[in-house]
């Protein structure tokens, strides 16, 4: 099984709301990435936990806020977004961070709109 | 900054012809995967390369790593248009983050 799980698929949220995003794998990896996608382009990361810490985060504006509660589940909390931040986010886990095959499996994503 | 550039970043195609998508960089890397993306879903892994020189086939699709592991390409045969969608090549190198490269959005034609 190497399925990532995301919920939810799409969401809508005003710019005041207060929102989470939900990742889950269940595949024993040690590794999670939260990533953001805009039309036409790559992921581009936002944050890595490894073995539950968080281990990179590419600078992204405080609004975003990851929590990884155990070594299965990462969520992204959302708060006071900007219409500029509307794109589709990403969850990603691996067997762990280090090594030289760590291979990403990608979940399918939950498409935001931020109005 | 390691890079890996990708092209072509379209094509559009007849059912039927071949084609090949190709991933290169001055950076030497670990591994590298393949992955395809629908509209509004998230990256499906296609293949993992690992060793210089290796090739690995799944189904009408040949991937190959170089020698010297910072290229790969990607090889249909007989493309289809279920084939449709953005291919994206991502590298692994020592402790550093997936590198992507653009991406090569295809489309095949019936």
């Known amino acids: 099984d190497t399925e990532v799980t995301q919920t939810p698929k799409h969401l809508v949220m005003g710019m005041t709301n207060k929102k989470s995003l939900k990742c889950e794998q269940h595949?024993?990896?040690?590794?999670m990435y939260w990533y953001k996608q805009k039309a036409k382009k790559p992921p581009e990361l936002m944050f890595v936990y490894s073995y539950e810490k968080l281990s990179i985060n590419e600078s992204v504006p405080s609004r975003f806020s990851p929590e990884c509660p155990n070594s299965s589940l990462l969520n992204l909390h959302l708060h006071a977004l900007q219409p500029e931040d509307s794109a589709l986010y990403l969850c990603?886990?691996?067997?762990?961070?280090?090594?030289?095959?760590?291979?990403?499996?990608f979940g399918p994503g939950t498409r935001l709109l931020v109005l | 900054t390691q890079l890996l550039e990708q092209s072509p970043q379209f094509l559009s195609i007849q059912e039927g012809e071949n084609l090949t998508v190709y991933c290169n960089s001055s950076?030497?890397?670990?591994?590298l995967q393949w992955y395809r993306q629908e509209p509004g879903e998230g990256p499906v892994l296609l293949v993992t390369?690992?060793?210089?020189?290796e090739v690995k086939k799944l189904k009408r699709l040949t991937f190959q790593f170089g020698d010297a592991r910072k290229d790969s390409s990607l090889h249909i045969t007989a493309a289809q248009p279920g084939d449709t969608g953005l291919y994206l090549c991502?590298?692994?190198?020592?402790?550093?983050?997936?590198?992507f490269g653009k991406g090569t959005r295809l489309s095949v034609i019936a």
């Open positions: 950076s030497v890397f670990s591994s």
């Open positions: 991502a590298g692994n190198s020592g402790n550093t983050p997936l590198v």
């Open positions: 390369v690992v060793t210089g020189g």
């Open positions: 595949m024993g990896h040690r590794a």
């Open positions: 990603a886990s691996s067997q762990d961070r280090t090594g030289l095959v760590r291979t990403q499996y």
